[in-house]
């Protein structure tokens, strides 16, 4: 093995073997059962992010294990076709490049175009999940556009239309005006704004006053332009200063129509003036109420939200109403929303009907793509009505069938399924799975799976001109059916008889609603078991929390505190950092200040750490279900970690290569260390198995770690060596037979976690551990063995080291070189004790550097010594000869001088009021708290000098 552990020289090459061997595909052999995971399909416009490489960690971390458990494993993976952020990405290349637009090239050319690009650039991501070391079956790669699965989206959308739970409908969306498309409640962004409240006077029709003597009414707003369309006033039924005017009517300004005064239980009565003006067509909650009420809907907005010339008006049921006056003022038709609200509080003002403006800060739903304000807008778009798919979604949950880990995300999942909406799955898109559904001239719909099926379903000939739908699915509608059209559905596959319904969903609390609940809902609806059962999608939702920044941030470009998982692998200086950071930044003040945190944050760029370190860092920060502030200084310590590994490795075989190790047979004799690893060992595996299966990662992380570091790199080595220099040629051929077999199978506990360094160690272990195999991935995981764990042994062993430890920490406190040999005198030695002193005489030699242990009778007098306590026993170290008595005396003096001086400093900072009345409590305290420490400090050193004054005396 080379002498240094250099990841980047190993990892690409054994990732390239490992795919080209096939050694992730499933092996076929069911006897201890199947396992399967789908990948969160992610955008193929994507690139790997923080969040990628913690859930792929994890996913590949169970896939592993359950694959060395002998499982017939599918990872399965792909990506997803990302309907908004593919044609945004391919338009402006498209603009960049040729000077046109989309509409320039038209729907099949520029279909083409985005193919083009798939083809080319589409596979960022997957590529980057393979530097993850992720054991994906890639030959199964998938795509959500795909043949196979856009077969299974037609056959589903059919079968919902068939079954009358598809239906077109004109309703409310959240619009995104600069792409023209409806977009899901996950792609709009609510930012925090300082904005205004307007407060406006509608006046009363006909002689009613309210109870104040007033013939207006005061509504409030935040966005003046929707007022041209509002269909009534809202009150409380409750509110006593306006029950008399419920039923009557006040006259819209600048529209001039009459609109009813409603009573509703969403008014909150005492906030404002308890009026509310409602504009069912431009607010989801107005929408609503509109519909308690009957109200009719004026829509104002074109979809470009500009005033339009003349209202679209509509009934609760989405039909037109032909019968209201759908007028709307001359003057503002064609203006921008925000030029025509400025124009319309200017004109309220100029009536006289502006009571008054107050600053108000509120969240704008911005559309994460576009960048602009999105518009609820009434559309005509094609729905999903869930309410028949829910409910076995619910029982699925409420019954254990599927599980949430941690189990409170239940209840986020009950609230939003027991309170559904229907599901908007159309998008004004070109990008996507174009709706199955065609129209004739008459603009009577027909749905099928291809137009010849709806002419021969319906009897229409080739004179019937037929036009199919322009809109496409929601890229949600698609992903919804991941966990079978993967495996091949419609068709009855071998595939999706063997791995489904899959074991485990690892996901983020974010898309519970948007992708975990339709998958439940679409495969519960679609999949049966023998029995005609419903099945669902996976058994158990594991939930990630949010990678975030050392300040608990969440990483953002525009916060430039992102952090890339490939920099960290790979390395990366700080120039380049820097650029990567604010190279495409619009705002010099923003990209000066990231530059300037990002130079202080990382003077010297990013130090490559490999793959396995990231792995191990990210494993290790899984605590169920929270989010992680990610700490660099973690990733630098299991970078450590790593070359720990190595090192005692390269220990192990240039202590046993070419070496009798007992593979061959021959007399061989454990010693109490060998003993006592194995049955630490054993206690290591069934923990790791324990925290596995429970979803705890960091525990599993944490336990590798504990018995690598401290255990057998710490301990077990360092009490190999008498044994290797000193002992018998049979206990020297069952140390080197511990050593390769314990090694080697933690290279199997380990490799769940990381790959890459247990794979390159082990192909040089196997041999002399007597193991056969091409690959580490597809050797047995270690089995606890209860016969293998030899409590007197490990009793004994943990004595010993007790010893040790205590003399280590004599010499610590003493300042005595570890090289020098000290004499024990030992008090209250019991016959265990005795017996455990004389067995490991090799052990205190050489590890505590004991020349002696000398037992003293009972009452036997001792000299000056140091003492520490072994249970009952207490072992005393002589001082007399250890140390120079004058200069250790001189420096704690120098000790206690430069403490009294930080002791003064920080009582006169307490005794100063000034500091006092404007510090922070917690910033006192802490003050106090130090003080009391180094007083401490100097207790202790004042008895050392004590003992010290004896040992000159």
Known sequence: MEKTYNPQSIEQALYRVWEEKGYFKPHGDASQGNYCIMIPPPNVTGSLHMGHAFQDTIMDTLIRYQRMKGKNTLWQVGTDHAGIATQMLVERKLEAEQGKSRHDLGRDAFMEKVWEWKAQSGGTI?????????SVD???ERFTMDEGLSNAVQEVFVRLYDDKLIYRGKRLVNWDPKLHTAISDLEVENKEKAGHMWHFRYPLAGTELTADGKDYLVVATTRPETML???????????????????????LPIVNRRIPIIADEYVDKDFGTGCVKITPAHDFNDYEVGKRHSLPMFNILTQDATIRALAEVLNTDGSHNSELDASLPERYAGLDRFKARDAIV??????GLLEKIEPHALKVPYGDRSGVVIEPLLTDQWYVAVQKLAQPAIEAVENGDIKFVPQQYENMYFSWMRDIQDWCISRQLWWGHRIPAWYDEAGK???????????????????????????????????????????GW????PELKTFHPTDVLVTGFDIIFFWVARMIMMTMYFIKDEDGKPQVPFKTVYVTGLIRDEAGNKMSKSKGNVLDPLDMIDGIDLESLVQKRTGNMMQPQLAAKIEKSTRKEFENGIEPHGTDALRFTLAAMASTGRDINW???????????CNKLWNASRYVLMNTEEQDCGQGGGDMKLSLADRWVIGKFQETVKAFDEHINAYRFDLAANTLYEFTWNQFCDWYLELTKPVLQNGSEAEQRGTRHTLVTVLEQLLRLMHPMMPYITETIWDRVKPLAGVEGDTLMLMSFPEFDAAKVDAKAMADLEWVKQVIVAVRNIRAELNIAPSKPLSALLRGVSDEDKARIEANQAFFGTLAKLESMTILA????APMATTQLIGEMELLIPMAGLIDVAAEMARIDKQLEKLTGEVARIEGKLSNQGFVAKAPAEVIEKERAKAADIKRDMDKLTEQKAELAKLEA
């Open 126 to 134: 997957t590529s980057q999940l393979r530097r993850m070391g992720a």
């Open 229 to 251: 369309g509002d269909s009534a006033v809202a009150v409380h039924p409750e509110d006593e200063r306006y029950a008399s005017l419920i039923g009557k009517e006040i006259i």
């Open 490 to 493: 419609p068709e009855q596959t």
């Open 858 to 861: 009972e009452g036997e007098a």
């Open 445 to 487: 719909v027909y749905v099928g799976r291809s137009e010849d099926e709806v002419r021969q379903n319906h009897n229409l000939g080739s004179d019937v001109k037929l036009r199919q739908d322009d809109d496409v699915l929601d890229t949600w509608f698609s992903s919804a059916l991941w966990t079978f059209s993967t495996l």
């Open 138 to 140: 890639w030959d199964r």
């Open 346 to 351: 200017a004109e309220f003002e100029t009536l």
């Open 631 to 641: 700490d660099m200084k973690r990733l630098d310590g299991y970078r450590s970690f």
